[in-house]
């Protein structure tokens, strides 16, 4: 109550600094576990079928260290053009390495490519990847994740805070365990987490890309059913006029087009 204006600033500052630095640590663990499982199998069975993908997750942290910076400095880093299929792609390389998961990859014809951080988009893809796997039951369970990339066009508040324009829409669906409806309103939080180990800071880095990015994330998940995540991302000719959104953005529930809260 004491602080400045300017003091204020300076402390959010600080603060969100530090959630995405330990949101990056949390996203270097499991590059790291990708990296070493290569390497492990290379070196005990003499086995590098896995090597390539170890390289892969090398790039990516070193991707992730430049989107620290890019932070810290305030933005969203090096922005290239993009085919969103290559983003996710290349996500499912290196989030779902070894997993035994079925694993769908839909990609619709004519998909506009995006403007964003690579890297950082990257984060996010692995992030969902990854939850959606470590969320699976144990066998006999039959785990599957199925990705859906497509072009859509919204209304003024179909979805909520993010205007009425074209967009390129992620869909990530599983058939894992669900989220309890008391959890689902706090995934987002900062250090939420319903895992032993876990850090509760997947989601809340995603949110936060996602959002600088110009687009929205949403959810929704059935308890013994799956979950579904949506990102929505504005298109490159949107993107290069400045981000197509109005106010902040709240993570949103929903279920096929339709939006609540």
Known sequence: MN?????????????????????VAHDFNNLLTTILA?????????????????????IAAKGLTRQLLAFAKGGVGTQTVVAP???????LKLAAAGS??????????????????????????????VNALQAMPPPPHRPRLHIHVSNTSLADEQIPLLAAG????????????????????????????TKKHGTGLGLATVLS??????????????????????VYLPPRRRADRGPGTQGSHAPFRHRPRVVHG
């Open 3 to 23: 602080l400045t204006p300017e003091e204020l600033v300076k402390a959010n500052r600080l603060e969100s600094l530090g959630l995405l630095a330990s949101g």
């Open 38 to 58: 290569g390497v492990s199998l290379a070196k005990d069975n003499r086995d590098t079928s896995a090597l390539g993908d170890s390289e892969h997750a090398c």
């Open 85 to 91: 299929g290559d983003i996710v792609n290349d996500s």
């Open 100 to 129: 035994t998961a079925e694993v769908a990859l839909e990609i619709a014809e004519n998909v506009h490519p995006v403007r964003v951080d690579r890297a950082q988009i990257l984060q996010v893809f692995q992030n969902l990847v």
């Open 166 to 193: 074209d967009y390129v829409e992620f869909q990530v669906r599983d058939n894992a365990s669900g989220i309890a409806p008391e959890n689902l309103p706090k995934i987002f939080d900062p250090f939420f987490t």
């Open 209 to 230: 890309i996602v959002r600088k990015h110009g687009g929205q994330i949403g959810v929704d998940s059935s308890v013994g059913v799956g979950t579904v995540f949506t």
